[in-house]
């Protein structure tokens, strides 16, 4: 990218914002990866209502959007930290670790809005260690978080042992399990999409926004442009571990009881639903929209799969060739991509590669159903 200069010969902040601006012709608008994710959620939606009769049922579809809300909320601050070039293994254990201590509280008799608070308050501090480490003692963040993830999962264990917190409030399992009066909506979704409208305003519509994009860019320019990276870079740091407790919360509510493990592995669901929704695993690009859709698409996925029976494991193969291709399909269509050409050339490998690999997993799940005793 080709950063222009300002008249003393030092890049500024304006430009490096205004170099990050996405295509704004009808045809670019058109061809955003946002479509090809509504295209894909689509033919999810037709396949899994042809394979069977309970997809579309009101009932199922209320109670499976609010199964992935947890990792919706985590989802939202990840997109940040990647868009800004990191990057966050440790939502999941600080998400275990907050529900933990909320649970701790609650079975030693304090109340369960101030246990809570408490829990929210900790998964802030933790997200604000990672963020200091990362940013001021300049380590990497992958090697920083992937600590905290043994730390803060290790800190749930050491809480609760192998026992598990129960008898929450009707008030308080509201939040996980409740719906809005008169409807299906799920109080999770309601709050799921309050936040992702807000972080969507902030990342397309202010300066701070647009500084992340430019951080991943490139950050040393960045930082000599007068852009206070340091202090964003904990921001979204201390974010991402406030939202990664409020998940906590929401999954312990709709469990109604929490175990130290509670939330294990959802930090592989959360890095897919960010980087499938378009947001540059190197940092530097994306999207909440496409974040949101991607995480829709992977809770259509799970809930259809789980209608056919299909295993747990195999599920997990699914959203770990997700992740990958996630990653893969975008490095291809550059490749390949001429230079008059180039967007759609991106989209036409693009589709193309994803169909091949849609019409692979139908097959693979048709296998996986099959039985495993042969008379």
Avoid at 1 to 23: C, F, H, Q, R, Y
Wanted: with cysteine; aromatic share 12%; net charge positive.
């Amino acid at each position: 990218m080709t950063v222009p200069s300002s008249p003393d010969g030092e890049t500024s902040s304006k430009s490096l914002i205004n170099a990050t601006a996405p295509p704004r012709t009808f045809l670019a608008r058109f061809q955003r990866w946002e479509w090809m994710l509504v295209g894909l959620i689509l033919v999810v939606v037709a396949l899994n209502s042809a394979l069977s009769p309970y997809f579309l049922n009101a009932q199922n579809l209320s109670r499976t959007s609010s199964d992935f809300m947890e990792m919706g909320i985590m989802t939202l601050a990840m997109v940040f930290i990647i868009i800004a070039g990191g990057i966050d293994l440790s939502v999941a254990s600080n998400l275990g670790m907050c529900a933990s201590f909320m649970g701790w509280l609650f079975m030693a008799g304090v109340d369960i809005w101030i246990a809570a608070l408490a829990a929210l308050a900790l998964g802030t501090f933790a997200g604000f260690m990672n963020g200091t480490l990362v940013a001021r003692m300049k380590l990497p963040p992958l090697v920083v978080t992937l600590g905290t993830y043994a730390f803060y999962r290790g800190v749930a264990y050491v809480l609760l042992g192998d026992q598990a917190a129960r008898g929450y409030p009707e008030a308080f399992t509201y939040i996980g399990q409740g719906r809005l009066p008169g409807t299906l909506i799920p109080f999770s979704v309601v709050l799921f999409s309050v936040l992702a409208v807000l972080f969507g305003l902030v990342l397309h519509r202010t300066t701070f926004g647009r500084y992340l994009y430019t951080i991943g860019n490139n950050e040393e320019a960045s930082i000599y442009s007068g852009v206070p990276v340091t202090r964003i870079k904990i921001i979204i740091f201390t974010v991402s571990g406030f939202m990664a407790a409020l998940a906590g919360l929401v999954l312990a509510a709709r469990f109604g009881s929490t175990r130290p493990d509670i939330g294990n592995g959802l930090e592989l669901s959360v890095i897919t639903a960010a980087v499938l929704g378009g947001v540059d695993i190197d940092g530097g690009a994306g999207t909440m929209s496409g974040a949101v859709l991607s995480l829709f698409l992977i809770g259509l996925l799970r809930f259809g799969m789980g209608l056919l029976n299909i295993q747990g494991q195999v599920q997990g193969v699914v959203i770990g060739l997700l992740l990958i291709l996630s990653i893969l399909l975008p490095n291809v269509a550059r490749t390949f991509s001429g230079s008059g050409r180039k967007l759609y050339r991106q989209s036409l490998w693009a589709i193309i590669a994803f169909v091949v690999v849609f019409v692979a997993f139908v097959a693979f799940f048709f296998w996986s159903r099959a039985p495993l005793l042969i008379k």
